[in-house]
C-alpha cells in the first residue's frame, strides 16, 4: 500500500483556491438561473412554491455532490448520488434553457455555468478516489467462464452489479 499523501502548505493553498473557485461557480450559477427557473414555474402554475423551487433543485445538486465525494472518501461510494446530481443538473439547464427559448444562444449560455461545476465536482471526485488509492484501473476478478455457462441470467446479474460498484 502506498504511503499516504502528505499536503504541503501549498498544495492546502491550491484546494482552498479551488474549493473557493468552486463555490463562486455555483453562487453564479444559482443567482443566474434562480430567476428563470422561478419564472418558469410560476407559468407552469407552481404558485407560491415556485419561490422554493429552483433553491431546492440547486440545493439538491449540491448536496448530492458533496455527499457522494464525502462517501467516495471514506470508500462507500454510492453512484445514484451522482447520478441523480447529473439528472437534476440537466434538469435545471433544461428549465434554464425553456426560460430563453427559442434564442439558441441563451439556451446555450444557460448550460455553461452547470458545467463547469459538475466538471469542477468530478475533478475533485477523481482526486479523492485516487488519494484514497481507490481507482477505476484497479484490477478486479472476473466472472469465471463455466459460471457464464451453466448460470448465464444470474451471471449477468452478478457482473453488472460488480461493474456498478465500482468505486470511481
Known sequence: MAAPLQLTRTHRVLIGMVVFGAVIIAGIGFAGSYAAVRELALQKGFGNFSYVFPIGIDAGICVLLALDLLLTWIRIPFPLLRQTAWLLTAATIAFNGA????????VGMHGVIPVLFVVSVEAARHAIGRIADITADKHMEGVRLTRWILSPGPTFLLWRRMNISMPI
Open 99 to 106: 426560460a430563453a427559448w427559442p434564442d439558441p444562444l441563451g
